[in-house]
Every structure is written in structure tokens, then in C-alpha cells.
């Protein structure tokens, strides 16, 4: 018999601030996180959604702000929020909860600084704790080591699908072993010279004429790019029955899921992008054993790049039909930039909310919607309403992609 896994606990650190109550009263708001923003030692002058350190730093014991990278702090902060809010404590068994983080960059920060250092002030200035700060499974690590959590453990890696792949097989974890919880999700602190050098020149970037409310506007006939950002969205997942056992707060039951890759490489398909997409949702919908019918809001990926927002909006039309005029959708990419590998799930975190507070997010910074991405019922203003079952998606712009369901309990 398989077992009905729900959602707990929820914590997010992103541009908007730390916590939950930070992001949704900021975005429904119509905050934006993305500000003007220079590189470090490069000097070069763009625009990013960057997580204010000094609001970060009352989360942080003293004794880890010197000792691990930028994306293990955005995940430990997460963790700890998410923690709370589930009200994981002492009853339960530490050897049978475990920790999936992902991250597409890892301690890209702490490396470029290093072999800065290296090169210039020679080897035994080099951060002695260098190699263990780097490594993608680091965050999944000091967070187990910070709660002395027994059970699996492990950093994933898939760009910026990691966190929800860590979500997926957190669920995975719990569903066909002795697991009692899973903490799980996503973490990135990508806003580095080397990043951002190599994606300006692919030219997936918005100039730096343009102001930086209107930066990132996903589906708008403007957009001219994606933000970079950076942050981390963490959930505790547990089964229904343990939930329901202790009286916990229940925001909603993770049902089904797809994953999906474009082979770019594929000469007999003129948009294989669209095909891996739309074959992601179909997955999804599998899974959850649902028709799209049965779906209410899809949490778009929508991450403002001019190919992918149309690609993603061909295949929401494809797999949703006729229907597709009537679910509401909206990219949270507006406000929060693209946080590669956390985006996933903060959007996830985000659907979840929506869930709970049965309320549909808007697509801040939406003005004109693009043609080529009609007829979908792109909102420019929150709405309340009934919501059941959320899709959220999660696609990258280097041909990872992943779907996941949530419902209402």
C-alpha cells in the first residue's frame, strides 16, 4: 500500500527576506527583490535578486558565518525554518530522518575567492576547510550535523531542477523505506563575476539599460531575459499518518510528479524543448493519477526568457487543450529572479501557500502579455478562489525539467 506523503514544514530565504510570512506578504504585494548589482572584483554592473546578508546573518550561529559557503548558510537558515514550522523535535528518531538538498553551483563563491587567493597570495593562505565548503552535498551535510539527523543524506545535482529533484526522491525515500521524514529542497548563490561573464555572453541576459523593475517580467512581450538570484527553499515531507498522528499543520499532499530532459540533439524535432515539456506535465498528471482537468492553478516556470516562456506556454497549451483558458497561471520570477537551483522549490513552497491560503498568485511585473503566449490566463492581480490541486512547474534553460502536484487536503 503506498503512503500518502504531505508537506509539513516550509522555509524560504530569497530576495524578498527569510521566512514565509517575509516572501508572501512582500510578493502578493507586488515586491520586487531585484536590484542594480555589481559584481565582485570584476566591477561589472547588472541586475540581480540578492539575499540581504545582514538580514541573514541573525539566523546564522557565529560559528558557521566564517566556516561555510553563502549556498550551505541560504540552506541551513532554510532548514531551520522549516524545521520549526513542522515542529520536528526531540520525539522524533534521528536515524530515521534524512536530508536531499540540491544546488547547480554549489560553493562556486568560496572557490573563486580561493583560487584568487591562491594565485596571489600563495597556497598557505587557502581556506583550510576549501574542499568540504565547495562540495554540493555540503548544505545536506552541516544541516544534518546541525540537528544530528541519522538517516540518508545526499546533494544533488541536475542545474536548475536540483531542488526539486531532491524533493522527488525525498518523497521516493519516505515512500519505500523505514524513513519517518525527509528535509528537502533546493539552495544557490550563483551571483558570481565567472556566472555571470559566462551567461552574458550566450546574450540570455536583459541590458543593463533597462530598469531593474522591469528586468524580469515573465510572458511580457518585453522581456528580454532572464535575472539571476539567488536563495533556497526547503520542506519537510512526512507521511499523513504521522502527521495526522501528532496534530501537525498540513500544507498539502505531494501526488504525482515528472521529469523530463530536451535532447537538443534531436534533428527529427524542430522544438524539442516544447516535446520534453509538455511530456513533463503528461508525467505528472500520471502519477498524480489525475486528468488536467482536475488541476486549478499551474505555478508556471516562466523564468522571462524570451524562447523558454513560449515554449513552456506551447506546452501547457498542448497538455491542457481546450481548458487551457480557464486554469489560471503565474511565474513568481517577477519579484524573485531565477535562483537556478532553489527556484524549484520557492515556487513549490509558494504553490504550497497558495494551497493553504487559497489564493492565486499574480505574475508581478506582467504588463503586455506576449502574443505567441495566448491564450493562457497569464494574472495580473491575485486571485481568491477555489484551488485543490496546484501544478508547479520546473524547467531549465539548459533542457532539465520537472513537474510536481500538489493537493489540498
Known sequence: MKKRIVVTGIGIVSPLGVGMRENWEGYLSGLSGIKEFVTEGRGLKTYAGAVSGEE?????????????????????????????????????????????????????????????????????????????????????????????????NIGFSSGACSGNYSIIHAFNAIQRHDIDAM???????????????????????????????????????????????????????????????????????????????????????????????????????????????????????????????REESEAIKSVFGEDVHKIPVSSTKGSLGFSIGASGPIDAIFSLLSLKKQIVLQTNNLVNLDPECDPLLVLKKADSRSVNVVLSNNFDYTGNNVSVVFKRL
Open 56 to 152: 541573514l546573518g541573525k539566523f546564522i550561529p557565529e560559528a558557521k558565518k566564517d566556516k561555510t559557503d553563502k549556498f550551505t548558510r541560504f540552506a541551513l537558515v532554510a532548514a531551520k525554518n522549516a524545521l520549526q514550522d513542522a515542529k520536528i523535535d526531540d520525539g522524533f528518531n534521528k536515524e530515521k530522518i534524512g536530508v536531499f538538498i540540491g544546488s547547480a553551483f554549489s560553493g562556486l563563491n568560496i572557490i573563486e575567492k580561493q583560487i584568487k587567493i591562491l594565485y596571489c597570495d600563495g597556497p598557505r593562505r587557502v581556506h583550510p576547510l576549501l574542499m568540504q565548503n565547495n562540495l554540493t552535498n555540503a548544505p545536506s551535510g552541516e544541516i544534518a550535523i546541525e540537528y544530528t539527523l541519522k538517516g540518508p
Open 183 to 309: 528535509i528537502a529542497g533546493g539552495t544557490e548563490a550563483p551571483l558570481c563575476a565567472g556566472v555571470f561573464e559566462e551567461l552574458r555572453r550566450k546574450g540570455i541576459f536583459p541590458p543593463n539599460n533597462c530598469s531593474s523593475i522591469r528586468a524580469s517580467c515573465p510572458f511580457d512581450v518585453d522581456r528580454m531575459g532572464f535575472v539571476l538570484s539567488e536563495g533556497a527553499g526547503v520542506v519537510v515531507l512526512e507521511t499523513l499518518r504521522s502527521a495526522e498522528k501528532r496534530g501537525a499543520d498540513v500544507y498539502g499532499e505531494l501526488i504525482g510528479f515528472g521529469a523530463s530532459y530536451d535532447n537538443n540533439g534531436d534533428t527529427h524535432r524542430k522544438n524539442p524543448g516544447f516535446y520534453s515539456k509538455a511530456s513533463c506535465m503528461k508525467q505528472a498528471l500520471e502519477s498524480a493519477s489525475i486528468d488536467s482537468s482536475d488541476v486549478d492553478y499551474i505555478s508556471a516556470s516562466g523564468i522571462s526568457g524570451i524562447r523558454e516562456d
